[in-house]
Protein backbone atom coordinates (compact mmCIF):
# COMPACT_ATOMS: atom_id res chain seq x y z
CA UNK A 1 0.00 0.00 0.00
CA UNK A 2 1.22 3.68 -0.73
CA UNK A 3 2.72 4.89 2.29
CA UNK A 4 4.78 8.52 2.67
CA UNK A 5 6.92 8.84 5.81
CA UNK A 6 7.96 12.40 6.82
CA UNK A 7 10.32 13.10 9.08
CA UNK A 8 10.20 14.27 12.51
CA UNK A 9 9.40 17.84 14.32
CA UNK A 10 11.78 20.45 13.80
CA UNK A 11 12.49 23.60 16.25
CA UNK A 12 14.23 26.51 14.03
CA UNK A 13 15.56 29.79 14.62
CA UNK A 14 14.47 33.06 12.81
CA UNK A 15 16.32 33.25 9.48
CA UNK A 16 17.62 29.55 9.95
CA UNK A 17 16.97 26.82 7.07
CA UNK A 18 14.77 23.42 7.51
CA UNK A 19 15.03 20.29 5.06
CA UNK A 20 11.90 18.03 5.61
CA UNK A 21 12.50 14.46 4.13
CA UNK A 22 9.45 12.30 2.79
CA UNK A 23 9.69 8.46 1.86
CA UNK A 24 7.54 6.74 -0.33
CA UNK A 25 6.77 3.20 -0.33
CA UNK A 26 4.45 0.76 -1.85
CA UNK A 27 4.85 2.47 -5.44
CA UNK A 28 7.77 4.33 -7.68
CA UNK A 29 8.35 7.40 -6.55
CA UNK A 30 9.38 8.68 -9.97
CA UNK A 31 5.90 7.61 -11.37
CA UNK A 32 3.83 10.38 -9.56
CA UNK A 33 4.81 14.46 -9.02
CA UNK A 34 4.90 14.85 -4.92
CA UNK A 35 3.52 18.03 -3.71
CA UNK A 36 4.09 19.87 -0.64
CA UNK A 37 1.21 21.55 1.50
CA UNK A 38 1.44 23.11 4.75
CA UNK A 39 -1.10 24.43 7.53
CA UNK A 40 -0.29 27.02 10.04
CA UNK A 41 -1.87 26.46 13.28
CA UNK A 42 -5.38 26.60 12.95
CA UNK A 43 -5.44 27.63 9.81
CA UNK A 44 -6.30 26.34 6.14
CA UNK A 45 -4.37 24.25 3.93
CA UNK A 46 -1.53 26.28 1.35
CA UNK A 47 0.39 25.08 -1.37
CA UNK A 48 3.71 25.36 -1.72
CA UNK A 49 4.97 23.86 -4.84
CA UNK A 50 5.85 20.00 -6.44
CA UNK A 51 8.60 18.27 -8.20
CA UNK A 52 8.32 15.73 -11.13
CA UNK A 53 11.01 12.86 -9.14
CA UNK A 54 11.62 11.45 -12.92
CA UNK A 55 13.12 14.69 -14.21
CA UNK A 56 13.67 16.63 -10.77
CA UNK A 57 11.75 19.75 -12.43
CA UNK A 58 9.83 21.55 -9.92
CA UNK A 59 7.03 24.35 -10.25
CA UNK A 60 6.61 26.76 -6.97
CA UNK A 61 4.02 29.12 -5.65
CA UNK A 62 4.95 32.85 -6.00
CA UNK A 63 5.09 33.15 -2.69
CA UNK A 64 7.67 30.96 -1.74
CA UNK A 65 9.92 31.45 -4.90
CA UNK A 66 13.64 32.05 -4.12
CA UNK A 67 12.99 30.89 -0.39
CA UNK A 68 11.93 26.82 -0.95
CA UNK A 69 13.84 23.71 -2.97
CA UNK A 70 12.57 20.88 -3.90
CA UNK A 71 14.61 18.20 -4.15
CA UNK A 72 14.67 14.06 -4.60
CA UNK A 73 16.58 10.81 -3.99
CA UNK A 74 15.35 8.61 -6.01
CA UNK A 75 17.78 5.60 -5.29
CA UNK A 76 16.23 6.04 -1.74
CA UNK A 77 12.22 6.70 -3.07
CA UNK A 78 12.91 10.06 -1.15
CA UNK A 79 11.28 13.32 -1.83
CA UNK A 80 13.07 16.69 0.49
CA UNK A 81 11.32 20.10 1.22
CA UNK A 82 13.90 22.98 1.94
CA UNK A 83 12.44 26.30 3.33
CA UNK A 84 15.51 28.99 3.94
CA UNK A 85 15.29 32.53 5.72
CA UNK A 86 12.58 31.01 8.12
CA UNK A 87 9.65 33.11 10.00
CA UNK A 88 7.66 32.79 12.77
CA UNK A 89 4.64 32.91 10.67
CA UNK A 90 6.65 29.57 8.83
CA UNK A 91 5.51 27.72 11.61
CA UNK A 92 3.16 24.77 10.52
CA UNK A 93 2.66 21.59 9.44
CA UNK A 94 4.14 20.57 6.04
CA UNK A 95 2.76 17.53 4.17
CA UNK A 96 4.07 15.98 1.64
CA UNK A 97 0.92 14.60 -1.15
CA UNK A 98 0.79 12.26 -4.35
CA UNK A 99 -1.50 12.26 -6.70
CA UNK A 100 -4.67 9.65 -6.24
CA UNK A 101 -4.52 8.50 -10.00
CA UNK A 102 -1.80 9.10 -13.03
CA UNK A 103 -3.50 12.03 -14.81
CA UNK A 104 -5.05 13.50 -11.91
CA UNK A 105 -1.61 15.63 -11.34
CA UNK A 106 -3.12 18.63 -9.46
CA UNK A 107 -5.04 16.41 -6.59
CA UNK A 108 -3.67 14.81 -3.72
CA UNK A 109 -4.47 11.30 -2.83
CA UNK A 110 -1.83 10.65 -0.41
CA UNK A 111 -0.70 12.43 2.15
CA UNK A 112 2.41 11.96 4.30
CA UNK A 113 1.78 12.46 8.46
CA UNK A 114 3.11 15.94 8.61
CA UNK A 115 6.24 17.61 10.23
CA UNK A 116 5.48 20.20 12.39
CA UNK A 117 8.06 22.66 12.07
CA UNK A 118 8.49 25.90 14.75
CA UNK A 119 9.96 29.15 14.32
CA UNK A 120 9.66 30.63 18.02
CA UNK A 121 9.20 34.45 17.41
CA UNK B 1 -4.87 33.81 -8.52
CA UNK B 2 -8.37 31.93 -8.48
CA UNK B 3 -9.85 32.56 -4.68
CA UNK B 4 -12.05 30.27 -3.29
CA UNK B 5 -14.63 31.09 -0.84
CA UNK B 6 -16.52 28.87 1.43
CA UNK B 7 -19.57 29.29 2.92
CA UNK B 8 -20.98 28.64 5.81
CA UNK B 9 -17.81 28.83 8.24
CA UNK B 10 -19.38 26.60 10.26
CA UNK B 11 -22.43 24.18 9.44
CA UNK B 12 -24.72 22.89 12.74
CA UNK B 13 -26.47 19.79 11.59
CA UNK B 14 -27.45 16.28 13.49
CA UNK B 15 -26.40 13.05 12.22
CA UNK B 16 -29.05 12.28 9.96
CA UNK B 17 -29.70 15.29 7.97
CA UNK B 18 -28.62 16.37 4.57
CA UNK B 19 -25.19 18.48 4.68
CA UNK B 20 -24.39 21.02 2.12
CA UNK B 21 -21.54 23.01 1.19
CA UNK B 22 -20.74 25.91 -1.45
CA UNK B 23 -17.44 26.87 -2.70
CA UNK B 24 -17.29 29.88 -4.77
CA UNK B 25 -14.42 31.11 -7.16
CA UNK B 26 -13.35 34.42 -8.38
CA UNK B 27 -13.32 33.38 -11.85
CA UNK B 28 -15.04 30.32 -13.68
CA UNK B 29 -12.85 27.07 -12.98
CA UNK B 30 -13.23 23.78 -15.44
CA UNK B 31 -15.25 21.25 -13.07
CA UNK B 32 -12.99 18.63 -13.32
CA UNK B 33 -9.95 20.58 -11.58
CA UNK B 34 -12.02 20.92 -8.57
CA UNK B 35 -11.62 18.40 -5.41
CA UNK B 36 -12.87 18.62 -2.15
CA UNK B 37 -11.17 17.32 0.71
CA UNK B 38 -12.13 16.18 4.75
CA UNK B 39 -9.66 17.00 7.75
CA UNK B 40 -10.30 15.51 11.15
CA UNK B 41 -8.27 17.30 14.39
CA UNK B 42 -4.60 16.12 14.11
CA UNK B 43 -5.01 13.93 11.13
CA UNK B 44 -4.31 15.12 7.56
CA UNK B 45 -6.53 16.04 4.96
CA UNK B 46 -8.39 13.14 3.04
CA UNK B 47 -9.39 13.13 -0.84
CA UNK B 48 -13.12 12.95 -1.06
CA UNK B 49 -13.87 14.08 -4.28
CA UNK B 50 -11.32 14.98 -7.08
CA UNK B 51 -11.99 16.05 -10.89
CA UNK B 52 -15.45 17.77 -9.64
CA UNK B 53 -17.43 14.51 -9.14
CA UNK B 54 -15.26 11.67 -8.92
CA UNK B 55 -15.18 10.08 -5.21
CA UNK B 56 -11.80 8.98 -4.41
CA UNK B 57 -11.35 5.33 -3.87
CA UNK B 58 -13.18 4.07 -0.15
CA UNK B 59 -15.17 7.24 -0.16
CA UNK B 60 -18.61 6.42 1.01
CA UNK B 61 -21.45 7.44 -1.89
CA UNK B 62 -23.10 9.77 0.43
CA UNK B 63 -20.43 11.94 -0.66
CA UNK B 64 -21.03 13.86 -3.97
CA UNK B 65 -19.69 16.54 -5.71
CA UNK B 66 -21.46 18.85 -8.65
CA UNK B 67 -21.09 22.69 -9.90
CA UNK B 68 -19.81 24.63 -12.57
CA UNK B 69 -18.57 28.02 -13.28
CA UNK B 70 -17.76 29.69 -10.60
CA UNK B 71 -20.56 27.74 -8.02
CA UNK B 72 -19.42 23.66 -6.49
CA UNK B 73 -21.01 21.98 -3.84
CA UNK B 74 -20.51 19.22 -1.84
CA UNK B 75 -23.34 17.53 -0.69
CA UNK B 76 -23.25 14.73 2.11
CA UNK B 77 -26.66 13.07 2.04
CA UNK B 78 -26.94 11.38 5.59
CA UNK B 79 -24.38 12.54 8.37
CA UNK B 80 -22.87 9.99 9.99
CA UNK B 81 -20.84 10.63 13.27
CA UNK B 82 -17.65 10.24 11.38
CA UNK B 83 -18.55 12.80 9.08
CA UNK B 84 -18.04 15.44 11.50
CA UNK B 85 -15.18 17.36 10.53
CA UNK B 86 -13.58 20.19 8.18
CA UNK B 87 -14.14 20.42 4.53
CA UNK B 88 -11.72 22.38 1.65
CA UNK B 89 -12.41 22.55 -1.46
CA UNK B 90 -9.37 23.19 -4.19
CA UNK B 91 -9.03 24.29 -7.40
CA UNK B 92 -6.60 24.20 -10.51
CA UNK B 93 -5.93 26.25 -13.34
CA UNK B 94 -3.74 26.01 -15.51
CA UNK B 95 -2.38 29.88 -14.64
CA UNK B 96 0.70 29.22 -12.74
CA UNK B 97 0.22 29.05 -9.65
CA UNK B 98 -2.84 28.34 -9.86
CA UNK B 99 -3.72 25.89 -7.13
CA UNK B 100 -5.60 27.16 -4.26
CA UNK B 101 -7.94 26.35 -1.40
CA UNK B 102 -10.78 27.63 0.21
CA UNK B 103 -10.89 28.57 3.74
CA UNK B 104 -12.87 25.38 4.75
CA UNK B 105 -16.33 24.89 6.27
CA UNK B 106 -16.46 22.99 9.83
CA UNK B 107 -19.73 20.52 10.12
CA UNK B 108 -20.16 20.52 13.90
CA UNK B 109 -22.71 17.86 15.84
CA UNK B 110 -25.97 20.39 16.67
Known amino acids: QVQLVQSGAEVKKPGASVKVSCKAS????????MHWVRQAPGQGLEWMGR????????KYAQKFRGRVTMTRDTSISTAYMALSSLRSDDTAVYYC??????????????WGQGTLVTVPS | EIVLTQSPGTLSLSPGERATLSCRAS???????LAWYQQKPGQAPRLLIY???IRATGIPDRFSGSGSGTDFTLTISRLEAEDFAVYYC???????????FGGGTKVEIK
Open chain 2, 51 to 53: GGS
Open chain 1, 26 to 33: GYTLTDYH
Open chain 2, 90 to 100: QQYDSSFPGLT
Open chain 1, 51 to 58: INPKTGVT
Open chain 1, 97 to 110: ARPPKIYFDWFFGY
Open chain 2, 27 to 33: QSVSGVN
